[in-house]
């Protein structure tokens, strides 16, 4: 398997992905903004029954303690690497005891990822069998496609949503040097990635459809 590529569309290798892999463990979804991460995270919440955790949300927690210096805004490598040993307990604690083997799974999302701290924990042999990751990428978008598709896909529920088309063309810059940052990564750690720049819809469907039809009990293996 290629680990190495981002891939546009399904093929036979995609499905025994997730028929090998998915089965049974805690999921993470990570990618720049505005690749469909939440989207796909909702949804496979949905359709497994798992959990959602949004780290955007932790992070929002988190500037309820100014000290700590964790927060939206300012330099997202820092806040990151300040986040990470905090992530590391919690996901610890997520994939540990009865919860976890007795079925209850969660789907995580989100963008505030120290690579060299969190993935590394990930795929030691303790976590590797209870945890996936899921990369989402958008390499072949131009800063105009990404403006288009952000104002077809926002919601009222998207910061973006509320932003003016200057503030917004400014975003989408950053974005997509989040997006070379968050691609180079994936290369790095070998983390399965799916590119959602054009037929984002399709993708995200035929994960989820692979990850629904997904039926085989895991809870008892890993005793």
């Not at 190495?4 to 090998?20: A, C, P, R």
């Not at 490598?77 to 990470?84: F, N, P, S």
């Not at 610890?92 to 690579?115: A, M, Q, R």
């Not at 989040?178 to 399709?202: A, H, L, P, V």
Request: charged letters at 35%.
């Amino acid at each position: 398997m290629d680990m190495d590529s981002s891939f546009g569309v399904f093929d036979e290798e995609d499905n025994d992905y997730f028929e090998k892999k998915i089965v049974g463990k805690n999921i993470l979804i990570l990618g720049p903004a505005r690749s469909g991460k939440t989207t796909l995270a909702k949804r496979i919440a949905k359709e497994k029954g798992y959990s959602l955790i949004s780290i955007d949300d932790i992070v929002s927690v988190f500037e309820a303690y100014p000290e700590l210096q964790i927060h939206h805004d300012g330099d997202a490598i820092d806040t990151a690497k300040r986040l990470a040993p905090f992530l590391i307990k919690y996901l610890t604690e997520l994939s540990e005891g009865s919860t976890f083997y007795d079925g209850i799974k969660f789907v995580i999302e989100g963008t505030h990822i120290d690579f060299e701290q969190l993935i590394p924990f990930l795929q030691s042999n303790m976590y590797r069998d209870k945890y996936e990751i899921i990369g989402l990428t958008f390499n072949d978008m131009t800063e105009q496609q990404l403006f288009e598709c952000i104002k077809k896909y926002d919601t009222e529920d998207d910061w973006t949503y509320w932003c003016s088309d200057k503030e917004l063309k400014e975003n989408v810059r950053y974005f997509i040097e989040r997006n070379k940052y968050f691609d180079e990564m994936f290369k790095r750690y070998g983390i399965r990635t799916f590119d959602t720049s054009f037929d984002r819809d399709e993708i995200l469907n035929r994960i989820i459809k692979c990850v629904k039809n997904n039926k085989r009990d895991y809870k008892h293996k890993n005793r």
